[in-house]
């Protein structure tokens, strides 16, 4: 399909009228979202840093002796405790004892100076407060609580509140009685243990929008005997920030409008000469020598124009001399000949170059597949993977990692092959080992920040591959699987056979910003002898020469057969049952393999 120069024009000058007002109004609206929550943030570790210094000894007394209750007298087994879904609340002691604890002289005095401590602060994170009622405790935009940290869990993923200046029922709200047990969604509590304040960004749960802080409450000896938790309500301003994108998507559009409008003005100005021009060429194609274009300005259409003419007078003047100008015409292809031999050789060099960066990225892909050795380490599972690209670089991952007790599996399928796909291939390893070191227990989150960042850098690349991936957590003979992939085959030692379908836990990676909404996971446990196999489409969708497909039953098939030898003996036998239906076939996708057995 070919394109006037016109269109051509229009459409550029559109393109990138629209971009330069896209990341202009992209900058603004993120300076001031950050410029928003740093301020809230900043007022609220300040409060915190305050309010920690009004607790004296009394109140550091009254915290101690209210953790000592509440451990006496929770009815919270620690296997009940960590059947709290993260982000989830519950009841800690009996109602009864909760609410004779509750009139105590320790837990009202804390209750109070909570209290105090949220009024006090309204005029520090509303300016505005002196213009308006002063709000009570019911109705303040902040919220106030102490939480201490169970013994029987040193790692702070589960803490019980001593104190909170919600503890009733109001509204909508339940209460936050003395002894409420806490999983935490959020590291910000566990990382204040440490002796640091932390804040959050903006998050939203059941009970609104909120911003965090939470500050160490600490005694004469540096020890911190509980965490200080401050709840700003930043509805107002979540609401404030939704306005302005929406203003921001209107300019964007407003400025799509007038960028289209500017650019059909430009290129009509720039198209009628170009258009008299193609016309006069077309006029000397049909061998009509005697046309010629009227020079209306002096830019540079004219002077185009006017070389134009002087081309024209010129070729009446060769057409007297035929010979002469064959001559010179043989000549002048000989150089372009010779220009063109030169580009071929360097087109050569180029194509050699090309095949050594890809070879380059192939042995990289191949160096950071987990080596053999490493996976005889691994605790309780006898592990055996395999991965055969189908071009020069390949589009399958898959590890397995080990840190801190724990191991991380995963495997995933790049849409297409070649070096794009190879490079976020190495992203998606690179990222998810990372994680990993950084403690990133959740993992529903592991996978949404994993998306986040690939999302941004498979932009900066400007490519469109994403990728199916799912994850596993393993540990002591359990398996935690979250993420979209191929179905995952379970072979128990009974020979029966399970198939769990991964399309409801997840969504490619890197093809939307955020997919936190559909990220779940499921969880089974292992026996002694039983096997796990994962794998690429490449395995099941392997082709014989009649064009049929290797299949997933086939797949379970050959895995029941061998489940009592070792996962390299499955491995190999798959991967020459597969080799086998493939025959003289040529091979169209990775082939990528995953064995795991229970020790």
Known sequence: MKFSFALKVGFATTALSITLTSTAVYWFYSQVNTIVQNQITGRLRDIGYMASFQFEEEDQAAIRRLQTLTEEQSILST???????????????????????????????????????????????????????????ETSNLATYLM?????????????????????????????????????????????????????????????????????????QGEVLAVLGVDYNAQTEANQLRALQYICYAIILAGLVLSILLSALIARWLGQPITQLRDAAEQVQAKNFDVSLAVKSQDELGLLAQAFNSMIAEIRSYAHDLETKVTQRTHELQIANAEISNLYERLKEENLRMGSELEVTRKLQQLILPKEAELERIPGLDIAGFMEPANEVGGDYYDVLQHNGRVKIGIGDVTGHGLESGMVMIMTQMAVRTLLKSNETDSRQFINILNQAMYDNIQRMGSDKNLTLALLDYYDKSLTLTGQH??????????DVERIDTIDLGFPVGLESEIKDFIFKTELTLEVGDVVVLYTDGVTEAENPHGELYGLERLCRIVQQYKQESAAAIRQAVIEDVRGHIGTQKVFDDITLLVLKQK
């Open 486 to 495: 191929e179905e995952m085959i379970v072979v128990r030692t009974n020979g």
């Open 148 to 220: 201490v940290n169970i013994p029987e869990f040193p790692d702070y993923q589960f803490l019980r509140f001593i104190g909170s200046s919600r503890h009733e029922e109001i509204g909508d709200w339940p209460g936050n009685p003395l002894g409420n047990t806490y999983a935490i969604s959020d590291q910000v509590f566990a990382r204040t243990f440490g002796g640091e304040a932390q804040t959050t960004g903006i998050y939203k749960d059941i009970y609104g929008t909120w911003i965090t802080a939470a500050l160490p409450i600490k005694n004469s």
């Open 79 to 137: 296997a009940d405790i960590q059947g709290i879904p993260a982000g989830e609340f519950k009841l800690g002691l009996v109602p009864a004892v909760a609410a004779a604890a509750m009139q105590t002289p320790d837990f009202q005095r804390i209750v109070q100076l909570l209290r105090r401590i949220e009024q006090v602060s309204q005029s520090d994170i509303q300016p505005l407060q002196d213009f308006y009622p002063q709000a009570d405790w």
